[in-house]
């Protein structure tokens, strides 16, 4: 990691996830895992949004809870 930045920001998305879902397009958008790696003045941390590659949308998990 670089050592000058303040903040890094990885995504994680199953790419199992992504092929079952090309397979089958009436299936829910897959799981995009957001993995906060470096903050410099805060916490880190992991988030999980949905993902819907149709529309490229990133969605709260709350939304469809």
Same mark, same amino acid.
């Given at each position: ?11 994680? %998305?199953?790419?199992?996830?992504? %092929? ?30 949905? %993902? ?11 939304? %469809?809870?």
């Amino acid at each position: 990691m670089d050592i000058h930045s303040e903040v890094i920001l990885t995504l994680h %998305f199953n790419t199992l996830s992504l %092929f079952l879902n090309l397979r089958n397009p009436r299936s829910q958008p897959g799981i995009l895992e957001l993995i906060l790696a470096k903050a410099r003045h805060g916490n880190t941390g992991k988030a999980e949004v949905l %993902f819907d590659k149709s529309s490229g949308m990133i969605r709260s998990l709350k939304e %469809f809870a």
